[in-house]
């Protein structure tokens, strides 16, 4: 079985830095594209960054030019390095990847990791 494990949230003040990390585990043969989605209290999920495969990103505009998506394909972890943070960026921040294993591609979810930026 495949599972994402989000880890690096916490609290953090207006402006400050946290990087976010999710690892992979289990049959993987193939990680296509991943993902980091945020869901704040009341609000629907949105997709924050994506980075494919050959390592191509594209950001939502709410944070473009703070945030940084990478991925290390040896470790099967995708990160996200978060700059100049703001209180709207306090939310829960899920991982997401499309994973090849046992010649099937299947969509995962980690249980994500809650930042809080105060103010």
């Known amino acids: 079985q495949v599972q994402l494990v989000e880890s690096g949230g916490g609290l953090v003040q207006t402006g400050g830095s946290l990087r976010l990390s999710c690892a992979a585990s289990g049959v993987i043969d193939y990680i296509n594209n991943m993902h980091w989605y945020r869901q704040a209290p009341g609000q629907q999920r949105e997709l924050v960054a994506t980075?494919?495969?050959?390592?191509?990103?594209n950001y939502a505009d709410s944070v473009k030019g703070r945030f940084t998506i990478s991925r290390d394909n040896a470790e099967k972890t995708v990160y996200l390095q978060m700059n100049s943070l703001k209180p709207e960026d306090t939310a829960v921040y899920y991982c997401?990847?499309?994973?090849?294993?046992?010649?099937?591609?299947?969509?995962?979810w980690g249980k994500g990791t809650l930042v809080t930026v105060s103010s």
């Open positions: 997401n990847a499309d994973i090849w294993g046992n010649k099937r591609l299947i969509n995962y």
């Open positions: 980075i494919t495969s050959g390592g191509s990103t």
